[in-house]
């Protein structure tokens, strides 16, 4: 009988829910349409190529190569152009050194439209925060990468080296090429783990190896979604395979952050610990967070304390595999330039075993020849920004307020208008005269303006150390049978890695 009586209930109570989601669908479908009929009447005045009527640009720039793909639209159409993933989010692609500054030289936000993807690993870290809680935690991280703090470091970086490049002397002996990608990736994060956490002489251990698989899923599975309109609901992103994997993934890293930082908290209960991390050659990031504290005595949440070491480790292990990776090829594919950076290497190292803080300073073709590798790769190829405030561009055209701003740093990189001859690589274009002459937004691998990298004086001294142990131990040289295929994977990468011959160097050759 109470069944009965519950039928006819449940029942209607099904038809209100159902009315119920398709009001809401209907709502949030409107106000999509609204938004997007507002970007595209921002960018009115900004001819661009023919969009497809359902996936945007996204499509072609899949089928053909994103990257080169945009530089060629930067040809067709000066300063900028809409960009659009899909027919609902539309990005003002710029590429103009005049471009860059009217927007990076501000504060603006990230465009929260990308960047909210990234919320559910790293949290809202100093990548992802605006406003006042952005500056606070931007003063309380500034000291983490004072010269002091990093000068013992360059011991750490050289450590990590040397274990990769013992690995690469036994595949060097079979004669065949192989691709280093992994293996520089393996290697920097072994160095970011000893930076940030403490991690001993060991290396990485196991729960280390499934956080490092972790992170690379992780960002190959962000710049999928990024690409696939339909996942950027999360409601429907994370009932999909993919949207499950993604979730997994972040949660093996979160337990890896998170086991790390109560492990030291507790370690800092006890005096005896207390005393072996005074002790320690160095101070690492995870002590000076645990540390900071405002002018008023407040200290990072724990909250914050996992968004700002999951930031730290995704945007300082990946980026800095991206453009050791990238380096190592272009001194294959150079090596005339190849040779004066080992020349030069040789000649600052001396009698000696291993490179010291003021050497790094000293490494002066080296820098030019790592910058130009930036210019060509640069580490992360794409980034966004929402407008706070409107803003006019050199040309007289302007955004309103609220519009979306994609820097394309690949393409600005590649302006012949800035650079002449801009596919060849010349480590001159660096020298100290052609740099003061050059427009200060021209060159941006690390952004630029109040929100640039905070870390980049870190990412430059390991690149250097990294790469003067590469180059002193092994010459470099191409597989022509597998040319690298450059891919955006929030990190530039590539598709097929990058695989290189490597001659290991008889005793004396290095010195």
């Known amino acids: 009988m109470v069944p009965a009586l519950l039928s006819p209930i449940l029942s209607r109570l099904g038809l209100w829910a159902s009315g119920l989601i398709l009001v809401l669908g209907f709502l949030k479908l409107s106000c999509l349409l609204l938004r997007r009929q507002k970007l595209a009447r921002a960018m009115d005045s900004f001819p661009g190529p023919p969009t497809h009527w359902l996936f945007g640009h996204a499509l072609e720039m899949q089928q053909t190569g994103s990257l080169d793909k945009v530089v060629s639209w930067a040809h067709q159409f000066p300063y900028a152009h809409p960009l659009w993933f899909g027919q609902l989010l539309g ?72 274990v990769m490049l013992d690995k690469w002397e036994e595949k060097a002996r079979e004669g065949k090429s192989f691709d280093i990608f992994c293996d520089v990736g393996r290697m920097a994060l072994d160095s970011l783990m000893k930076c940030t956490f403490g991690r001993g002489e060991s290396g990485l251990d196991d729960r280390d190896s499934s956080y490092y698989l972790a992170v690379r899923d992780l960002t190959l599975l962000m710049q999928q979604r990024l690409e696939s309109f339909q996942y950027h609901n999360d409601f429907i992103y994370w009932l999909t395979p993919h949207g499950r994997r993604f979730l997994q993934a972040c949660q ?139 803003v006019s561009f050199v040309d007289g055209r302007c955004l309103p307020a609220g519009s979306l701003i994609s820097l394309h740093i690949y393409a600005l990189h590649r302006n012949s208008t800035v650079w002449p001859d801009p596919e060849v690589f010349d480590p001159l274009r660096f020298s100290p005269e052609n740099v003061a002459g050059r427009h200060p937004f021209a060159f941006m691998p690390f952004s630029a303006g109040p929100r640039n990298c905070i870390g980049q004086q870190f990412a430059l001294n390991e690149m250097k150390v990294v790469t003067a142990l590469c180059l002193l131990r092994f010459e470099f040289s191409l597989d022509p049978t597998r040319p690298p295929i450059k891919t955006t994977q929030l990190v530039l990468r590539s598709k097929n890695g990058i695989h290189l011959h490597l001659k290991p160097l008889g005793p004396g050759s290095g010195k």
């Open 252 to 390: 093996v890293a979160h337990n890896h952050t998170d086991q790390v930082i109560r492990e030291r908290k507790a370690a800092l209960q006890d005096e005896k610990e207390q005393k072996k991390i005074q002790n320690r050659r160095h101070l690492d990031f995870l002590d000076i967070l645990l540390c900071a504290q405002d002018e008023n005595g407040v200290k990072l949440s724990d909250a914050d304390l996992r968004a700002e070491v999951d930031t730290f480790m995704f945007e300082g292990h990946d980026t800095t595999t991206s453009g050791i990776s990238w380096f190592l090829y272009c001194m294959a594919l150079y090596p005339e330039h190849q040779r004066r950076c080992r020349e030069e290497a040789c000649e600052i190292l001396g009698d000696r075993d291993s490179f010291q803080w003021d050497d790094l300073g000293k490494m002066t073709y080296l820098t030019m020849c790592i910058k130009e590798s930036f210019r060509l790769y640069p580490p992360v190829p794409q980034v966004y920004r929402q407008l706070s405030k409107p």
């Open 91 to 162: 990005f003002l692609n710029i590429y103009e050194p005049d471009y860059a500054k009217a927007v990076y030289s501000r504060g603006d936000p990230k465009a929260p439209d990308v960047y909210n993807f990234f919320l559910q690993w790293i949290g809202k870290g100093l990548l992802v925060l605006e406003g006042s809680k952005w500056f606070q935690h931007r003063k309380l991280l500034t000291p983490g990468f004072h010269y002091d703090v990093l000068k013992p470091y360059v011991a750490v970086f050289a450590d990590s080296t040397r």
